[in-house]
């Protein structure tokens, strides 16, 4: 069979699991949705098999007979040995640190410091949001009085649990998140906490929540874009080196599980819109612009 070549054809490939969390599968789909949209197909897959397993249930066309014209990695581990592996197509990277210069690395900020070699964009404004988030945020304004506690994809290191029991003792009610990589069943003393596993409404239920507690990625800039405060409990030292960020731009209530205390209203509604004017939900059209860009630019 003859090979057909598509200009428009990118290769996508992210990979996620318990171990790393669910971000950057979800994020990478996100895109590749968007890339879909505008014409373009997507080959687009997990590394590992943890991460195809988290798309087992999802259905993107992944044609086998078209020769990609760019590569995207989303990795939330060194994706060394996958750079620079076919140097016959642009790479475009998400969150790429290493030593490797490639075509383009966009990223939400600089984990390296002095910065990488090459051409390189990172800030808030290229946070992947999903269109599920920015359209509710648009159109759903009713609070539940609920405090909503969700820690990632995957809870890694099993915060959920502590989080919620601390926040029952403020006397508040509590919807805790068990995200789709989470293995086991929180173990939890407090009737006062209702634990939803990957319910079929989470982009409602974060929309009303009065306030939340989230891990330090994609949760919580998810929240962000929804204009709801957010006290951060970083999983990782990426994700603590991001919520200092944004809580420098006053735009988090705090940062960690023995900083967690009960915010005033103003406080909320302070933090909640200075957060909403930090990630705006437009951050997958950014980026698929600059993915089409560089073909073109090869073309």
């Known amino acids: 069979m003859q090979v057909k070549t598509n200009h428009s054809c990118i290769e996508l490939v992210c990979d996620g699991g318990a ?118 945020a648009k159109h759903y304004h009713v609070s539940s009085g609920a405090v909503l506690v969700m820690i990632g994809g995957s809870d890694i290191n099993q915060d959920g649990a502590r989080v919620a029991e601390k926040l029952v003792q403020f006397g508040v009610k509590v919807q805790l998140i068990r995200g789709p990589g989470v293995e086991k069943d929180y173990q939890l003393s407090s009737e006062s906490i209702s634990v939803l596993h990957v319910p079929d409404d989470i982009e409602r239920r974060m929309a009303s929540c ?42 988090v209530l705090g940062i960690g599980l023995n900083n967690l205390k009960f915010p005033s209203q103003r406080e909320i509604e302070q933090v909640g819109q200075c957060a909403k004017g930090i990630v705006d939900g437009f951050g997958v059209k950014r980026v698929a612009d600059l993915i089409e860009g560089c073909i073109l630019d090869e073309g």
Not at 224 to 247: F, R
């Open 19 to 136: 171990r790393y969390g669910v971000g950057h599968v979800r994020r990478s789909l996100t895109l590749t949705r968007e890339l879909i949209r505008r014409g373009n197909t997507v080959q687009f897959y997990a590394a590992s098999e943890h991460g195809q397993q988290l798309l087992s249930n999802i259905n993107i066309s992944n044609p086998s007979d078209l020769t990609p014209a760019l590569r995207v990695l989303d990795f939330p581990y060194p994706i060394e040995e996958w750079v620079g592996y076919n140097d016959s197509i642009p790479t475009v990277a998400l969150d790429y640190f290493g030593e490797k210069i490639i075509d383009l690395v966009i990223s939400v900020y600089e984990h390296r410091i002095p910065v990488p070699c090459g051409r390189r964009l990172s800030g808030l404004e290229y946070a992947l949001i999903r269109p599920e988030i920015t359209l509710i």
């Open 210 to 251: 009065a306030w939340a507690v989230t891990n330090g990625g994609s949760s919580m800039m998810e929240m962000m874009c929804l204009g709801k405060a957010v006290h951060v409990v970083p999983q990782t030292e990426a994700e603590l080196h991001l919520a200092e960020i944004v809580l420098e731009k006053g735009a």
